[in-house]
């Protein structure tokens, strides 16, 4: 009798079946084998997709002569990281003693994939059964082996996942190579990567930072009024009781966009009686759900202001390296049914003082329990949600700490009752004019007491005047009616943090977690794949991470969007398209969608590209005439990266200082040979700045002109006055503010304009962000701790080193004394087939300077 071989998709998941399991000997070469079955693992993806040239060699050039390449079949080749582990498993499938195979991956799309395109490469024939593993207890393991499910009743979940592969690639290569072709004719080889997810994800960044950079403010007025009741005063914000005034009063009810029409309400309600009444009701705040990694990675940014990939590599150690954390990479926010008494045991093991006395209070209380909405079978996929286990932690770095902090309390916080509040609104109104009043009071804190943030309410509800108490309709006096002047705000630049829940959501920002949760569904990309999407697009110089936590489009950036809007390619633009193809996948996995159906629209989408992109031809022919003239009278035309007249005496570059120039405020420049001072310029260290646009001449060049500032204004907003060391030049003190440290000298200019110190350290030095605590170790002992995430630009994979600071303020990195040979690479899916082209790109570009660390000294 043959025996069984079990392939999992992770070698930590392979250990646990074999433990479960039981009667194996201590596995070597990552092979658990006993008389009965055999268990080993993949290590993630071990093959992938052949690129055209590797199918073909007709596709080794890039040219739009030979596109579409729609291929009949896909072939696959090794990643070479993982060829070692391949040749094994492909050793084991073909073993003549193995007449059964169970994939053990993961319950999901890309754990189903993992194991179809590997059966696919070994080209095996023998009978498969599929293990269904949603809980990782003992329990559940022998469960699941009792109850294997055959290779049909999860063929949905494998079209789904082999379409979405597919997709990618057709989209990627085909759009990629075609935008590139035309892109590369009149100015050598431009790379120019699209993709199915992150082109669409692009898109939303360069429609928010247009819609700041054109932002124009408006200014509206609000009324706040002092009324005097029979037991004190209390205050009162006008508002448009009945919204019928416009869509703007319709959004916001206290703004008033008539002064003269605010002058009449004062006037006519001023030293006026009217009626009071107020409604009181008890308000509960749900606890959040467990950690996700979106959400996780959505909270580390928010709180402690790491990229999404950096959240992940650190939940990636924690999970791997030390064995505190369930695996990261899952969309779930959700715990099986049978995990009530692993919960349990995961609080009576939590270490910290502090965490024990929540973890005491939640199991005193009974509130981990089958009726808690944490355990959803429903809504556990592939992974259930990020936990940690009942390990106990040992030397873990100061990030490691924080991340593992912040997935302990939400654990803790998700089994709290909900937060209480008394809310109370009462409602004003003097001379048929309505004010509002709304009071807020904890009444009990329930999961809030997790986050420490009781103390901080109760402060702050101290400082506030208390809401004096009023009789049901009593009358009240308006003596005072104060018109307060504002301007409208521009949206906000995307963070990693908001720009994952636009992904998640497709779009829409939905601050609710219930509704984002609905919306999900039709998001762009997956939990595991969204870090590596917005990694990518900084890679390929499509958008650049601001000191501090903005993404912000580039000029490379602007322009792809605005050749696809030429071009007439708006799926790649819609967020909202791309998100309905990730829901016909979903339906696909449930057999309600055909496989055939879909791969034939996007057979035909990437036809579609191909043919607008070859009808357009080329970037010389993206030409808008515009309603401008020069002085002389010549009409002016836009192209892809320049404003230029029709006789070329006038030409203008559309990018200045990475901020586009817009045709109106070209015209203003024209007309009046100077405009702004405009928003959005960045120097070439990256610091914003503003300026004015001074026209020098009638061929099209153009200055700044500088704003004078107050020479005692402080350049940067600080976060912290907290000294966290001395600066090493003048022995003044350091202190953080939002893009970098600084000397408090530095931050101040003298009369005359000039520094009075000179050093200032980022945040971020190649790819590796420096906490307080690091920065507080180099200026003590001029030397931070071995730093690990140091990514390099020209071989693009990450390196540990010591920061050093010498006594003129100048950093160097010191290596340790045997460099480790896995430099940890940031990895993602490529859309396109951008790898090898960037590198042949980039030979014209080389160079032989030694890598030093920016610092703003």
């Not at 979405?164 to 050598?188: F, V």
């Not at 016909?584 to 996995?589: C, H, N, R, S």
């Not at 170790?777 to 990450?798: G, I, P």
Request: aromatic fraction near 8%; hydrophobic fraction near 35%.
């Amino acid at each position: 009798m043959g025996k069984t071989l079990v392939i999992a998709e992770k070698p930590s998941v392979a250990q646990d079946i074999a433990e479960a399991l039981g009667g194996f000997p201590k596995g070597r070469h990552a092979v658990y084998e006993n008389e009965k079955m055999v268990i080993s693992s993949a290590v993630g993806h071990v093959v992938e997709l052949c690129l055209p040239a590797e199918m073909d060699v007709r596709h080794k050039k890039w040219s739009l002569v030979n596109l579409p390449i729609l291929p009949a079949s896909f072939s696959l080749k090794p990643i070479e990281k993982s060829k070692e582990r391949l040749d094994l498993l492909v050793s084991l499938l073909h073993r003549e003693d193995i007449d059964l195979i169970i994939n053990a991956c993961d319950a999901g799309r890309e754990g189903e994939l993992v194991f179809r395109y590997l059966i696919r490469y070994a080209n095996v024939n023998k009978p498969i059964q599929r293990l269904w593993l949603q809980s990782m207890t003992k329990e559940a393991i022998i469960e699941a082996f009792r109850n294997l499910r055959a290779l049909s009743e999860v063929e949905g979940l494998a079209c789904a996942a082999v379409s979405r592969s597919e997709s990618d690639w057709l989209i990627g290569i085909n759009g990629t190579r075609a935008l590139t072709a035309i892109h590369s004719k009149s100015n050598g080889f431009r790379l120019t990567s699209v993709g199915r997810v992150q082109t669409p994800t692009l898109a939303m960044v360069v429609a928010r930072d247009k819609e700041i950079l054109q932002f124009k403010p408006q200014t509206y007025w609000e009324i706040v009024g002092t009324f005097r009741s029979f037991q004190g005063e209390y205050k009162g914000k006008w508002f448009l009781e009945k919204n019928s005034q416009s869509d703007k009063a319709d959004n916001h009810p206290e703004r008033l966009w008539n002064q003269e029409q605010c002058q009449k309400i004062v006037e006519k309600c001023l030293n006026k009686w009217g009626n009071a009444t107020e409604e009181k009701k008890l308000s509960l705040q749900s606890p959040p759900l467990l950690f996700d990694l979106t959400t996780l990675q959505r909270e580390a940014n928010y709180r402690l202001g790491y990229s999404a990939q950096k959240t992940l590599q650190i939940a990636q150690s924690l999970y791997e390296n030390h064995k505190l954390i369930t695996y990261p990479r899952t969309d779930s926010k959700f715990l099986p049914e049978d995990y009530v008494e692993r919960v349990k045991e995961v609080l009576k093991s939590l270490s910290n003082e502090s965490f024990q006395a929540f973890a005491k209070e939640i199991l005193t209380h009974g509130w981990v329990n089958p009726k808690n909405r944490i355990f959803n079978n429903q809504k556990v996929s592939d992974h259930f949600a990020i936990i940690p286990t009942t390990n106990t932690p040992k030397s873990l770095n100061a990030s490691e700490e924080k991340i593992y902090q912040l997935i302990v309390r939400r654990f803790l916080a998700s089994f709290y009752p909900p937060a209480e509040w008394d809310v109370t609104k009462r409602i004003t109104i003097i001379e048929e004019e309505a004010f509002k009043t709304e009071g807020k009071s904890l009444r009990s804190a329930g999961w809030l007491k997790v986050y420490g943030a009781v103390e901080s309410i109760e402060n702050k509800e101290e400082k506030e005047q208390s809401l004096c108490p009023i009789e049901q309709g009593e009358r009240v006096l308006a003596i005072a009616l104060e018109t307060v002047t504002k301007e409208t705000k521009p949206p906000a630049h995307f963070t990693e943090a908001t720009l994952l829940s636009a992904m998640e959501s497709a779009g829409n920002l939905v601050e609710d977690e219930i509704l984002r949760e609905a919306m999900s569904k039709k998001g762009l990309g997956t939990p595991a794949t969204r870090a590596a999407i917005i990694e990518g697009l900084i890679e390929d110089g499509y958008i650049r991470r601001q000191k501090g936590k903005e993404l912000l489009a580039t000029p490379k950036a602007f322009a792809l969007i605005e050749l696809l809007e030429a071009i007439n390619i708006h799926t790649l633009r819609s967020a909202e398209l791309t998100g309905e193809w990730e829901f016909k996948l979903q339906q696909m996995e449930k057999g309600n969608y055909p496989q055939e159906r879909f791969m034939k629209e996007i057979y035909q989408l990437t036809e579609s590209i191909v043919e607008k992109v070859k009808a357009f031809g080329s970037i010389d022919n993206f030409r808008k005439p515009l309603p401008i003239s020069t002085p002389q009278g010549h009409t002016i035309e836009e192209t892809l990266y320049e404003y230029r007249s029709h006789d070329n005496s006038f030409r203008l570059t559309k990018y200045i200082a990475g901020r586009p120039l817009f045709p109106n405020e070209l015209e203003g420049l024209l007309a009046n040979k100077e405009i702004g001072p405009l928003k959005g310029f960045y120097n070439k260290s990256g610091d914003p700045f503003s300026a004015s646009l001074k026209l020098d001449d009638e061929s099209g060049h153009v200055s700044f002109v500088y704003e004078k500032k107050n020479p005692q204004e402080n350049i940067e907003e600080i976060i912290s006055e907290e000294s966290l060391g001395s600066c090493p030049l003048d022995q003044a003190s350091v202190v953080e503010t939002k893009g970098y440290y600084a000397c408090t000298n530095f931050l101040q200019s003298s009369h005359n304009g000039n520094r009075k110190c000179t050093f200032r350290i980022n945040k971020e030095i190649l790819g590796q962000e420096l906490s307080r605590e690091e920065v507080q170790k180099l200026l003590k002992e001029k030397k931070t701790s071995l730093l690990t995430q140091f990514r390099s630009k020209k071989r693009k994979k990450n390196f540990s080193a010591h920061l050093v600071l010498n006594e003129q303020g100048k950093l160097s990195f010191e290596f340790p004394a045997k460099a480790s040979k896995k430099n940890g690479a940031i990895s993602r899916s490529k859309t396109g087939e951008t790898s090898k082209k960037r590198k042949s790109a980039k030979k014209t570009s080389k160079t032989k300077k030694k890598q030093s660390p920016k610092s703003k000294n």
